[in-house]
């Protein structure tokens, strides 16, 4: 609808107008909404900034969606996505994406409709108390003033009191003060009219200001004063005077371990200082030539594991337990690098520091060790090579014995190193990849080699939830702009199945190149490696933690406009990964119990 059709003006509408020009002003470029009654102020202020070309707007009918949508959005770009909601259970749908910014660091800010104070408490439709709903979680949270005036140019008190009230949230959501970056809610109280004619000074106010933020920007990076968060999420904002960096003294043995979104600090630490890199894949850090191939069995040796006395641990470690282990040891210094995420002190002793550098010769003997054991430990997942000589042999068998070989290559089918290799393999700097939290992560932590790929994952809290979501949100940021590169995701049918809605594209909306990879085994086979498999009884088992599926994949690819495959060797598998992408692709894997 045309702002000149939507009638006179409204408070709502100019409230609504000058807390989303604040935040476009000040960098935000992508708004996702939910539809509703009680956010329609906002939701059409939104179309109107998206119709001027100034925003990316995403609508997604589903909140949970929605709110993990912003979050892989804000996980790409390192600058917060806004959602917008109606009011009463679609704000309690936001709560598992605020769970995972606040615990992951990733900027976030929740714009949600309400009813007036007065309606709060005496049974009014669609009402709840949503002040304070994220407050364990929030970076900053405000009930803002109910809008009683139309600003005809810009000029009031109300304009200002709403802009300021962006300017604050994003600088919270930024990781500006003392607290790290994270989701911000903003509760916005409105009564009738719920909406009116968007202001005349909408766009203006947007672009004027944005242009001349952009400036300052540009200026700040040319003089060099740019600060690049930790954690694999940029965030292009001055952080308050970070204390001097924490010198490694020679001496102890030490490695350097990676976690989730620990970035490339940890693989540079580990170059300088000529230490051990244990990097999880979900790291962005697994690379360089210090990187340690099947951490897991050698943090068990005695020879090597057992003999650690620091670790220096960027991230967030949570795909095994033999870290957990190490670095809740009493006996080892643990010296954790903040970053945007939860603070590690698995032993309770652990010393947070700002940035950490090397002083002192490397030990050598003590790195060489290690990278002697990793080499031992490598696995070569290639399919391999063709017996060039036997395919041009004039010797019939050998001949047919080369094609023999070559078909039987062809016809493999496809397990879970497998798969995770050819993914791997298909993955470039350009691309992106995304994990689930499915077993399939942990297979490609334990046998994947050193590349350096842009990966994320929602390890915050580890849930299921939203994978599919955060992908999108991650596909569409990082090809803003007609970037090249493919999004792929890898995950679980029960994962999958978790976040099915998230499927649903809008018409009118640009397909992002996305690959959802699923690794079929019927079920949660998580739980076979699990202490509950050795407890349970096979029927309860089966019921309660395996949970059974038998989903026909295509039918849902089908109903949501997805191009469907179903592979079951390596070969095809290959190819469909290298293939040309276009738009939004799923690709079930069968995969064996």
């Not at 939910?34 to 995403?58: F, K, M, N, Y």
Request: charged share 20%; with cysteine.
């Amino acid at each position: 609808m045309a702002r000149e059709e939507r009638g006179s003006a409204a408070p709502a509408t100019d409230a609504a107008a000058a807390l989303l020009a604040g935040l476009v002003s000040r960098g935000v470029r992508h708004l996702v909404v939910s539809p509703g009654s009680r956010s329609q102020a906002l939701a059409l202020v939104a179309a109107d900034l998206e119709r001027a070309g100034i925003v990316r707007l995403h609508v997604r009918i589903d909140e949970r969606v929605a709110g993990f949508t912003a979050l892989g959005i804000g996980r790409e770009t390192g600058v917060p996505a806004a959602v917008i909601c109606t009011s009463g259970t679609a704000v309690a749908n936001l709560l598992p994406a605020v769970l995972e910014a606040h615990h992951a660091g990733v900027p976030l800010i929740l714009l949600t409709a309400d009813r007036p104070p007065e309606l709060r408490g005496v049974g009014a439709n669609q009402t709840t108390r949503q002040p304070g709903l994220f407050r364990s979680a929030a970076r900053y949270e405000a009930d803002l003033p109910v809008p009683e005036d139309v600003d005809p140019d810009a000029g009031g008190s109300q304009t200002a009191v709403f802009d300021e009230a962006a300017a604050t949230a994003l600088a919270a959501a930024l990781g500006e003060g003392a607290r790290p970056a994270g989701p911000v809610h903003l509760n916005v109280p409105l009564r009738e009219p719920l909406a009116g004619a968007a202001p005349r000074w909408l766009v203006d106010r947007a672009t004027r200001a944005a242009a001349s933020e952009d400036a300052a920007a540009d200026e700040g990076d040319a003089s060099g004063a740019h600060y690049q968060g930790g954690g694999g999420i940029g965030i292009a904002d001055l952080p308050p005077e970070p204390e001097a960096p924490y010198v490694l003294e020679s001496g102890p043995r030490t490695i350097v371990v990676a976690g989730a979104d620990a970035g490339p600090a940890a693989e540079e630490l580990a170059h300088r200082g000529g230490f051990p890199l244990v990097a999880e894949i979900v790291s962005g850090a697994r690379f360089g030539r210090s990187v340690v191939h099947a951490y897991r069995a050698l943090l068990r040796e005695p020879e090597l594991g057992g003999r650690v006395e620091r670790a220096v641990v960027f991230g967030h470690p949570t795909l095994s337990r033999e870290v957990v282990r190490l670095l809740s040891r009493e006996d080892v210094e643990v010296i954790a690098v903040r970053g945007p995420g939860e603070p590690v002190n698995l032993n309770g002793a652990t010393h947070a520091v700002d940035a950490v550098r090397a002083a002192g010769a490397e030990d050598r003997a003590w790195l060489g060790e290690w990278m002697r054991a990793s080499r031992a430990a490598a696995v070569d997942l290639s399919p391999p090579a063709p017996d060039a000589d036997g395919l041009s042999s004039a010797v019939p068998h050998e001949r047919l014995g080369a094609i023999n070989a070559e078909v039987e290559v062809m016809r493999a089918p496809i397990d879970r190193a497998t798969l995770v290799d050819a993914l791997w393999r298909a993955t470039w700097p350009h691309d992106r990849l995304v994990f689930g939290s499915s077993r399939l992560v942990r297979v490609a932590d334990d046998l994947l080699g050193g590349k350096k790929v842009a990966v994320h994952a929602n390890r915050g809290l580890a849930g299921i939830d939203g994978t599919i979501a955060t992908a999108t949100g991650v596909a569409v940021a990082s090809q803003d702009g007609e970037r090249p590169g493919v999004t792929r995701v890898l995950l679980g049918d029960l994962a999958f199945l978790h976040d099915a809605g998230a499927m649903l594209l809008p018409p009118g909306e640009d397909e992002p190149r996305l690959q959802v990879i699923v690794g079929n085994d019927g079920g949660g086979t998580i739980f076979d490696g699990l202490e509950v498999a050795s407890v349970a009884g096979e029927d309860a088992m089966e019921r309660v933690q395996y949970t059974p599926q038998n989903v026909r994949l295509e039918h849902l690819a089908l109903a949501y406009g997805w191009e469907y495959r179903r592979i079951t060797t390596r070969v095809a598998l290959d190819q469909a990964l290298t293939a040309p992408v276009g738009g939004r692709q799923l690709i079930e894997v069968p995969l064996d119990r």
